[in-house]
């Protein structure tokens, strides 16, 4: 038996964030519940079935900075076997950022070739950023 965890590293602050989570030779759907908590306050909770192997979303709420720690535990029905594991990592909440996106006007360029270039700035919903590259 075992299990596999994968989570950002780095939240970021207003968004739904996935955590994908992998049962090895589950043979019943387990419960799985995910915490987000700040300075032992929960700011986030989520939870989902599993079978084999599911995503479960985790929004994480606008406003928040900093180190918080990620909760994550498994069980069936405490009558039948109690928990199959839980366990917790540090995780960084960031705010919002912007992405920047580069277009050329061809793949490939031949020495001496002049190159065309724009360059797109959005935030993370892909809104445009206003201020504009010279």
């Known amino acids: 038996r075992g ?3 994968a989570a950002p590293s780095v939240f970021r602050s207003g968004v739904e964030e996935a955590i994908s989570v992998t049962i090895f030779n589950s043979v019943k759907e387990t419960t799985v519940q995910i915490q987000l908590v700040v ?3 929960t700011v986030s ?4 079935t599993v079978l084999d192997k599911g995503t479960i979303k985790l929004k994480v709420p606008s406003g928040l900075r900093g180190q918080a720690h990620l909760k994550v ?5 405490l009558a039948e076997e109690g928990y199959i594991f839980h366990n917790y ?4 909440i960031d705010s919002k950022g912007s ?3 580069i277009q050329t006007d061809k793949p490939v360029y031949k020495p001496k070739q002049k190159v065309l270039i724009n360059l797109y700035m959005v935030t993370s919903d892909l809104r445009p950023v ?3 590259v010279k």
């Open 3 to 5: 299990y596999l965890i």
């Open 39 to 41: 300075k032992g306050e």
């Open 45 to 48: 909770r989520s939870h989902g």
């Open 73 to 77: 535990w498994g069980n069936r029905h």
């Open 89 to 92: 990592t540090t995780v960084t």
């Open 99 to 101: 992405s920047v996106f």
């Open 130 to 132: 206003n201020d504009r």
